[in-house]
Nanobody
Framework: QVQLVESGGGSVQAGGSLRLSCAAS????????MGWFRQAPGKEREFVAA????????YYADLVKGRFTISRDNANNTVYLQMNSLNPEDTAVYYC???????????????????WGQGTQVTVSS
């Protein structure tokens, strides 16, 4: 069992940065790959980024590649999403999630994730 709690959301102007954190409880955190998803009003929840349990492999959606960086600290059961060069299209509720899958092909799909956080709101104004 893994419980996830996101933090770090807020309001920022276009071009600004935010760093999201996801704190996990449960001794099995380091065995899960972790992902970030986001959901804007009226839209489907979409994949943003994921990182292998070891922290050695990351995968990004094209929309955020080069602007967002995912990382993790297994010693502190935390995964991060550094978001730079934000634009209004990045406005959404951001969720972290845990998956036992280790293939990027599986990371992009919500159905492969077993545990989800409650989400944190990110609002980018122009």
């Amino acid at each position: 069992q893994v419980q996830l709690v996101e933090s770090g959301g807020g309001s920022v102007q276009a071009g600004g940065s935010l760093r999201l954190s996801c704190a996990a409880s449960g001794h099995t955190f380091s065995s899960y790959s972790m992902g970030w998803f986001r959901q804007a009003p009226g839209k489907e929840r979409e994949f943003v980024a994921a990182i292998r349990w070891s922290g050695r492999n990351m995968y990004y959606a094209d929309l955020v590649k080069g602007r967002f960086t995912i990382s993790r600290d297994n010693a502190n059961n935390t995964v991060y999403l550094q978001m730079n060069s934000l634009n209004p299209e990045d406005t959404a509720v951001y969720y972290c999630a845990a998956t036992p899958q280790n293939s990027p092909a599986d990371w992009v799909s919500r159905i492969h994730y077993d545990y989800w956080g409650q989400g944190t709101q990110v609002t980018v104004s122009s």
